[in-house]
């Protein structure tokens, strides 16, 4: 069942038995090997949302039909956008500002740019929109949702601009905000996870006044080692997890275009093997949890 927006993401998990949640693949669109990747644990069950980056090489009308036919007898996926404003990648719109060489500033640069209210409102404003235009072209609908590419959604500036455009041109959308349901220890215990907890409470708030539907609980956040075990590490994500929640994944098939344009390539492969192994729906099943 995808949401369908003013109210439908919660009012779909109220009418839900037992703990449904978002499986969301975050980065269709990076590389023909994330794409492929995608697609097998979509036809498989294993993940039901994935979010796609409209600025790259490797979303072509083909790969995007190729996704949207897995929703052509029944809904197996939302399909939503992956909002991108950091390097290496560059802006669909024209004058965009600021720019590094041409590509957009990188993620550090972008969110000191954002804290410090330095970022141009109008250009913001002009790719956002650009952007959700630019997924209309290839999917030929508005985005179920929309997320952001190392989470720019929830930035200063960004969020406000992304917010009036998601309730302008994708009404029916709903747009992911990084808020976890754990105990404080927990919390304060990953750095990166906290931030996105900080970001994400005015976030909510602004969404709210807005009537801009928000999953109610987000997870999926880990340090990004190649030697972490996704497997041991996973069932942390669905603890305390209400339902209508939204667990953020990498998975993907590594190829050049992906080792050129991220640093995370190994990993994707290790967390498409256990998504795609027996284990995984077994230990939804053992946590209570299916896939909304």
């Not at 072509?60 to 996704?67: D, G, K, N, Q, T």
Request: charged letters at 20%; one cysteine or more.
């Amino acid at each position: 069942m995808l949401a369908d927006g003013n109210g439908g993401l919660q009012g779909a998990a109220a009418e839900l038995s037992g703990r449904r949640i978002w499986l969301c693949a975050d980065d269709y669109g990076i590389s023909i090997g994330v794409n492929t990747a995608i697609r097998d644990l979509v036809l498989r069950g294993r993940i039901n949302a994935t979010s796609a980056m409209v600025v790259t090489a490797s979303l072509p009308r083909s790969e995007a039909v190729s996704l949207n036919v897995l929703n052509s007898i029944a809904p197996r996926v939302a399909i939503g956008l992956h909002l991108t404003l950091t390097a290496p990648f560059r802006p669909l719109s024209r004058d965009f500002k600021p720019l590094s060489e041409g590509a957009f500033l990188s993620l550090e640069a972008t969110l000191r740019e954002a804290l410090l209210h330095r970022l141009d409102v109008a250009a913001l404003r002009s790719e956002v929109a650009s952007q959700l235009a630019a997924f209309g072209t290839i999917f030929g609908r508005a985005p179920d949702f929309v997320d952001g590419h190392r989470h720019v959604q929830l930035f200063p500036q960004i969020g406000e601009a992304v917010l009036q455009a998601v309730k302008e041109l994708a009404p029916r959308a709903w747009v992911r905000q990084c808020g976890r349901a754990i105990p404080l220890a927990a919390r304060l215990a990953d750095g990166k996870g906290l931030l996105l907890d900080l970001l994400s409470w005015g976030f909510r708030r602004r969404a709210a006044a807005l009537g801009v539907d928000t999953n109610p609980a987000f997870a999926g956040t880990y340090h990004f080692n190649d030697a972490v075990d996704f497997a041991a590490l996973f069932p942390r994500f669905l603890e305390r997890l209400p339902p209508g929640s939204l667990v953020m994944c990498h998975p993907g098939f590594v190829d050049a275009e992906l080792q050129r344009l991220d640093p995370l390539t190994a990993l994707r492969e290790k967390e498409y093997a256990f998504f795609a192994s027996d284990e995984f729906p077994a230990l939804l099943a053992r946590h209570g949890v299916t896939l909304a």
